[in-house]
Structures are given as C-alpha cells and as structure tokens.
C-alpha cells in the first residue's frame, strides 16, 4: 500500500516534469527540419561534413548471423575506412554482447571504441536482473559503450517512474563504460512522448551519455523530425541544468546527403560544440561506403563503381 | 526515487543572473557560397505592354531597374504617361467587349491552364528575375512565390467554368475592365492574386506594378504572349505613383484593386469617392502574433521567426508585434536571440540566405529612421553579430524587448526585419492588446489548448488568425483586413466575387 502511493507519488511528479517540459507541434517540426533540408553544401564544406560524418559512426552489425569473422571485418573497415589517409576512422563499432571480445581484440588501443547494445536488445523484454546481468558482462569483455533499450511497454503503461529507474539501474552497471539510451521513437509514436522520454532518461545519466533514436528493428528509425525533436530536448536540458548529453539517430540513414542534413541541423540547433564524435554519432551501417563514395568523388570529380568500396557492413 | 529536475536546474547559475551554460554557433563549419545560377533571360529595356504587344511610352521617357543586393542596373523600365495608360484602358476594353466576356467559361480556363504551365516551365528563371529584382531570398522566390503564383493561376482556372455555383442562388457576370496596382514585396504573387480572379471571372486588366519591381510582370508579359491571350486582356503600364494615379483614376476602370499602404489607399479611396468604382484595398498591417505559457516553445519560436523575418519582412501581415504570456517571456526571448544567430544574411541569390536585401534605398532608410526611435524611447535592442556585404541594401534581424504599446515600434508598420516584443499576463489583455491598432490583416495565436483558439480567432479583429503556425497561404483561401488594413478578399470563392456583379 504504502510502496503503491509511493509510486504514484513519483509519476505525478514526473507528469508534473512533462507539463514543464512543454508540448511539440508536429506541424512546425516538419516545417522545421524541411529548411534544413533545402541548406546547398558544397565544395569544402561539403568534405569537411563528410569526413565529420564519418568520424561520427557507430559502425554496426546487429545480426543473428554475426560471427567473429564478420565482426573482425567490420573492425578493420572501422579502422581504416579508406586507402585514402585523410579519411577518419569512425567512432565505433556495435555489435551484439557475445561479440565484444572479438571485436576488442581488433580495436584495442585506437580510438575506435567498442559498443554493444545490451538490456535485451531491441524489445527489452526480460527480467530487470537479465538485462543489467546483460550490460555487467558485456562491460566485462572490454564494451567501452552500452546501447541500451527503454522500457516502452512501462512508459506507454505511464509507469515514468519504472522507465527512469530501470535508465538509472543500467547506469550503474554501466561504471566506466558510456551510456546510449534507445528510445525506440517508433514505438513512442507522438512527439510529445519523444521529447517527454527524452528527459525521463536525461534525468538520470551522465554528461558524455547519448539519447538515441531507435534499434533500428522497427519500421520507422531515425528522421530529421524526431532527431530535431530530441535535440531540442538537449538543448533545453543544457540551456538549464548545463549538463551536456550526446545524441545519436540510428537506422535508416543510408545516403550521404541524409547525414549531411543531421549534420545542419546539430549546427543550426546545437552549435559547434555537438559537432563531435563525443557528443554526436550516427548509428548506421551502409551509410559508411556512400560518404567514401562521395568523398571521392569530391577529390576526382567522378562516382567510382560500388566494387571499389569494400563492403563489410551490409546489415541495417 | 528518480532524481527530479530541480536539483540539477540549481547546479546551473544561469536563473540566478550570472551567466549560465551557452551555445556556440561559430564557424567550425562555415558554409561555402552556393549562388543560384539559372539565367534570367533579362532584357536590357523593357517596354510597356499594350494590347498584346510590347509598345514604347508614348514620352519616350524610361527609368532604371536597380538590384538591391548590389545597386547595380538590371533593366531600363518603360516610364508610362496618361496617354499610355489611356491605351491600355482602350485596348482592355475593346478585348473585354469583343472577345473575353463572350468567351466561355470553359475556353478562358484553358487559357489559366496555359499560363500556369508556362510559368512552372520557366520558374527557375522566374525565381532569378524575382530575387534580383526584388532582393528576397533565392529559396523563398524558387519555393513560394514561384510556384504560389501558378497555384494561383491552377486554382482560378478550376473555377472559371464553374462560375454558376460560386454565389449559389444567384447568377454572376465579369465587370469590365478592371485596375489593379501592385507593391513590391512580391511582385510575381500579388500580380497572380489580381490577375487570375479578375480573368477567371471574365474581366480585362490594366495593372501597374511597383516601380521598383517591375521586372517579373514584363517577363510574365512574355509567357501571355506565348499562352496566345487574346491581346487586350491583360495590359502592364510601368511607372511610379503618377501612373498609378493615372491607373485608379481612370474613367474606363468598373473597378480598382490595390495592394499597398495605408497612406496611399486613403489617397485613392478620397480621390475615387462617389465615382461608383468597386474597390478592394489590401493595405497595410501590425499583426499581433500571440504566445501563451503552455504552447510548444520551440515551434513558437520558429513560427515568430517565420513570422517576422519572412522577406526580411517586407509583408504585409508580418507578425511584427510580438505577444508573450508573461511566464515564459524570458524563455521565448532567450530562445528567439539563439535563433537568430543562425539566420543567414547576405547574397539574395545564395541557396542558404534566410534574409537577403531590403527593396530599397527609401525603404533601408525608413526602418532605420523607425529602429532608430526604437532605441530613443527606451526599448531594449538585440541584433546577432553578421556581416553585412557592403555593397548593397541590408538590414539585421532586430529584436526589441521592454516594448509597451506607446512606442512608436508597437504600432506603426516597420516593413523590415525588426520584431516588437510586449507581454501579457491574461487572455483578456491579450485580446485587448493585440486589437488595440488601427490595422486587422493577421494575427498569430500559439497555444496548446483548442477551445482557447476558437475563443482568440473570435475575439481577434483581424482577417486571418494562424493557430500553432503563420504565415500560411493556399490559393482557395481568402485573405484580407479589417479597419484599416482594407476590405475585401484575394484568394478563394470570396475572393472571386470581389470581381463579379450578382445578377
């Protein structure tokens, strides 16, 4: 009885966040995010946003068929995307937890850093215990990064209290290791939710943590609305606490020019200090042999043909 | 427990008045320049257009066409005298009389079709005209005004064979030959509005378009001739105020329409008194665009730049009167100053300009003569750090905060890019203040609660009230003011019968 109020106590309070945090209008969004659409990039700016955009990936394979042998060359591509040596490495690479030791093995001691999506990855259906059972070992193998599942079933229930609780849990098993925590917007569905689960979770982690998009096991997975969305509810929650949190739209973004317009929008909303790695990544596989397409066609003047981009990386 | 907000909004200073955390928008990825380079196709002397033909001022007299952006001449402009002016009304009779108003519904359509197609054929070449004659941003003359005008043309060519059920009950016939004269803020759209209804509904035009801005009606002279309008239907006179006096004040006119100040329709309206004219004024505006406390901020604060900085806000129902609920004043101003630090002023032709050039000398000079006021009364200024090009006629995004309804800011009509900031601290107040002005063209309410935009779009003596968004148009609907922002409509069935007589 006692614990039951104690519960409704917190969710009035949290829906008492909600009303401060405000509404979104769908209509202005979309309005929005299209000017960014219309932005022209072109010659050195263009390179420059490219080469950022690769700096930025989480290069990932999140397959029932991934094997150590898939994950050393998706490692290898991740450490040198290019013959070209003005090309970055990327952020990281993300696999699935039985597969961080391997990939540790390849990257230890780069800067590429070894994420893992754990807390029963994507439906985050299991026992509290399971999932942080999960992110404990997955850190244990060497994960420099964990990709975590929200709650949405206790969200959509509007157990808020459960959600940030469960976020606060993962963050201690966490330790060292950086937090990303997985909306799964397409299951939110409203903007409302996006934003009002954007600050359930910023609530609770660290500076240097992320809020990402989604799984990428949905239908729908990241677009310039909810990521603008989301980095607005960045932005207020550092214009007011000033505790900086990094962002990161996963799936669906496939083509160069998609990156670049995510790229406008962190510097027309957030500024220069989100246009880093450390605070900005783009969840996304394919995406990478389309910015060393474009890249050199920058440097040569023309498209070269697929084969000529080694394809290590084919899932989502 | 969860850890609430609170504890964290202490740890940040920025409530207590010392600085708090801020956002750098700085040049770690400047844009390189991406100029439109579509050619205009402009002519170096542009003659008048009279009865289907491109004639020459009768005084031989010509003036010059400037580019805002750069001063420099694009085009001589044909100077047009009342001799002119008398021809175009004669050659817009005889093709009213003989041609148009026996035409069928459904063939003048066809001609609307025509020369919607013809002008999305050529638009990107429209838009270059548009920007360097008017200095509005490329993307706002190749994404609005463009592709507004041929919407406009499309819409009124649906209705022109449909015109039995427009006044339902009634029967409606053309009135003659009809004057129009135009503004320059968007000199391709507004001559859409006038000419499209006046044409769909059977009635032949002499319009003058602004003399500073006279470029794109001479190129769409072009597209009418390649549509194979009957000569005499639409007839352009080019000039300044005197033939515009010329083009009001002409006996053969059954009706004027005009687009402009206020000033400038009371002098048309005292002249034109007891001659039996129909007219429709579209004037001037102080629009009152009004935010309250539980509205989506950040959209809000889109929609005021929209609002405001729309063609460096140079229109007519700009939303220049900023409301704010006076518990999320400082937020809202906060939020609008970060804003503005992204906005893009510069090259009209630039793909990435957000603000491009003021039209004119005349007018640069007038909203630094208002903006000078501005700070002389007492109201706080902000304005982003940008460079300006130095040649040219540009002006920065203004804000100004610690408005009250005195200043001359808060209710004389500035035509730029400075937004008035007051406050509010009930609905009724904000009634009160936002009707509080002798104009009533728009208004802007933000708001997350539904029955209080129904109370506002009641209570608000204004033409057109935008609900969680502004500056929206749509050919099918009208727009038009109140007191002395004018009467009439432009746009939908409404709009139509402003060019009909109910028989």
Redesign the interface.
């Known amino acids: 009885m006692v614990c039951d109020l104690m519960k409704a106590g917190?969710s009035a309070?949290?829906r008492k966040?909600f009303d401060?945090i405000?509404?979104?209008?769908c209509?202005?969004?979309e309005?929005?995010v299209a000017k960014y659409a219309?932005?022209?990039?072109?010659?050195?700016?263009?390179v420059?946003?490219l080469k950022?955009a690769v700096s930025m990936l989480d290069l990932t394979t999140l397959e029932g068929k991934d094997t150590p042998g898939k994950v050393a060359s998706l490692c290898r591509k991740a450490l040198r995307p290019s013959d070209d040596p003005a090309v970055p490495s990327v952020a990281a690479v993300c696999v699935y937890p039985s597969m961080v030791r391997h990939a540790k093995k390849h990257v230890a001691g780069t800067s590429v850093k070894v994420a893992s999506v754990a807390t029963a990855f994507p439906s985050g259906q299991a026992p509290l215990k399971t999932r942080l059972a999960e992110v404990r070992a997955a850190v244990a193998d060497g994960a420099d990064e964990i990709d975590m599942v929200i709650n949405r079933g206790a969200f959509l229930e509007g157990e808020?209290?459960e959600v940030?609780?469960e976020i606060?849990a993962v963050v201690e098993a966490c330790g060292a290791a950086a937090l990303k925590v997985i909306l799964e917007v397409s299951e939110l569905e409203t903007y409302d939710n996006i934003r009002a689960a954007s600050?359930l979770a910023m609530?609770?982690i660290r500076a240097g943590d992320f809020i990402k998009t989604s799984t990428g096991k949905t239908s729908l997975n990241a677009t310039l609305g909810n990521n603008q969305v989301m980095i607005?509810a960045i932005?207020?929650f550092?214009?007011?606490?000033?505790?900086a949190i990094g962002m990161k739209p996963a799936g669906g973004i496939r083509t160069a020019k998609q990156s670049l317009q995510f790229?406008i929008a962190i510097?027309?909303t957030?500024?220069?200090?989100w246009?880093t790695n450390k605070r900005y990544r783009f969840g996304a596989s394919s995406l990478l042999n389309d910015l060393l397409r474009q890249l050199e066609k920058e440097k040569t003047g023309a498209y070269q043909a697929p084969y000529y981009f080694s394809e290590a990386t084919e899932s989502y | 427990m969860p850890t609430l907000v609170s504890a964290r909004k202490k740890a940040a200073s920025g409530r207590n008045g010392r600085s708090g955390p801020e956002l750098i928008f700085g040049d770690l990825w400047p844009y390189d320049p991406a100029p439109e380079t579509a050619d205009p196709k402009l002519k170096p002397r542009y003659e008048l257009f009279i009865n289907g033909e491109f004639v020459a001022p009768k005084g031989g007299k010509y003036f010059d066409s400037i580019n805002p952006a750069n001063e420099q001449k694009l085009a001589k402009i044909a100077l047009a005298g009342a001799a002119d002016v008398d021809a175009a009304y004669r050659a817009a009779r005889r093709a009213y009389e003989t041609v148009w108003s026996r035409m069928p519904g459904r063939e003048r359509s066809k001609y609307l079709f025509r020369i919607a197609r013809l002008l999305q054929d050529r638009a990107r070449e429209f838009a270059v005209a548009e920007t360097m004659d008017g200095g509005k941003p490329i993307k706002e003359s190749r994404d609005f005004d463009v592709p507004m005008a041929a919407a406009h043309f499309f819409y009124h060519a649906g209705w022109a064979d449909k015109l039995e059920y427009v006044a339902p009950g009634r029967g409606v016939a053309p009135l003659g030959v009809v004057g129009q004269v135009i503004p320059w803020n968007f000199p391709l759209l507004m001559l859409a509005w006038k000419i499209a209804p006046a044409l769909a509904m059977g009635n032949c035009v002499v319009l003058k378009p602004a003399e500073t801005t006279s470029i794109t009606a001479l190129k769409f002279a072009e597209i009418l001739q390649d549509a194979e309008l009957p000569p005499g239907v639409v007839n352009f006179v080019t000039g300044a105020g005197e033939t515009g006096a010329a083009v009001m004040g002409h006996p053969l006119a059954a009706k004027v329409a005009f687009t402009g100040s206020t000033e400038v329709g009371k002098i048309i309206m005292r002249s034109l008194a007891g001659t039996g004219k129909k007219m429709t004024m579209e004037l001037g505006g102080k629009a009152a665009n009004i935010v309250f406390d539980d509205a989506p901020i950040n959209q809000a604060v889109e929609g005021i730049v929209n609002g405001i900085f729309f063609n460096q806000g140079h229109v007519c129902c700009a939303g220049s009167r900023l409301l704010v609920h006076e518990p999320v004043a400082g937020e809202i101003l906060a939020k609008l100053k970060n804003r503005l630090k992204v906005l893009r002023v510069g090259d009209p032709l630039d793909k990435n300009t957000d603000i491009g050039a003021i039209n004119s000398r005349e007018q640069l000079a007038k909203i630094h003569e208002l903006v000078d006021s501005g700070v002389k009364e007492g109201a706080a200024l902000f304005q982003p750090p940008c460079r300006l090009p130095a040649k040219g006629f540009y002006f920065p995004p203004t804000l100004f905060s610690e408005v009250t309804m005195s200043h001359r800011i808060a209710s004389e009509e500035i035509f730029g890019p400075v937004l008035s900031i007051l406050t509010f601290r009930t609905v009724d107040e904000a009634i009160e203040k936002a009707n509080n002005t002798a104009y009533g063209l728009s208004a802007g309410v933000w708001t997350d609660k539904g029955s209080r935009i129904l109370k506002m779009s009641t209570e608000l003596k204004a033409g057109v009230v935008w609900a969680n968004t502004y500056n929206k148009f749509d050919p099918a609907s009208p727009f038009g003011g109140y007191k002395e922002s004018g009467f009439g409509r432009e746009g939908g069935r409404q709009g139509l019968l402003d060019y009909a007589k109910l028989i």
């Open positions: 917190q309070s949290l966040l401060e405000g509404p979104v209008d209509v202005g969004i309005e929005r219309t932005r022209s990039i072109k010659k050195v700016a263009k420059w946003g950022t808020f209290g940030q609780d606060s600050f609530e609770v607005e932005r207020d550092y214009l007011d606490t000033g505790v790229l510097k027309e957030l500024g220069d200090a246009l």
